[in-house]
């Protein structure tokens, strides 16, 4: 069955960086578009990055462009997110995403950003 695995998350200080991690299986990864979500409380849950199935393509929301990045280690079966110049406004529970027949997540990991 699809897994998705995310880790790295943690309490940072604004201006500090975090790097995060999904482990997928289940599915062939090489072959799908990643996506990380987060969702903020009493926010719905927003797109931060996708990357497409090679890896040569990347789109970011306005809010992280600059700050984010995203990457794939196909090899690894796993997608990261490097989050540097981090914000208090960037506390979220973080989520990775893949659409195969339906919507699958992984259970989340808690970044909070604070002093």
């Known amino acids: 069955q699809v897994q998705l695995v995310e880790s790295g998350g943690g309490l940072v200080q604004p201006g500090g960086s975090l790097r995060l991690s999904c482990a997928a299986s289940g599915f062939f990864f090489n072959n799908y578009v990643m996506r990380w979500y987060r969702q903020a409380p009493g926010k719905e849950r927003e797109l931060v990055a996708y990357?497409?199935?090679?890896?040569?393509?990347?789109i970011y929301a306005d809010s992280v462009k600059g700050r984010f990045t995203i990457s794939r280690d196909n090899a690894k079966n796993t997608v990261y997110l490097q989050m540097n110049s981090l914000k208090p406004e960037d506390t979220a529970v973080y989520y990775c995403?893949?659409?195969?027949?339906?919507?699958?997540w992984g259970q989340g990991t808690q970044v909070t950003v604070s002093s």
């Open positions: 990357i497409s199935s090679g890896g040569g393509s990347t």
């Open positions: 995403n893949v659409v195969l027949r339906g919507n699958y």
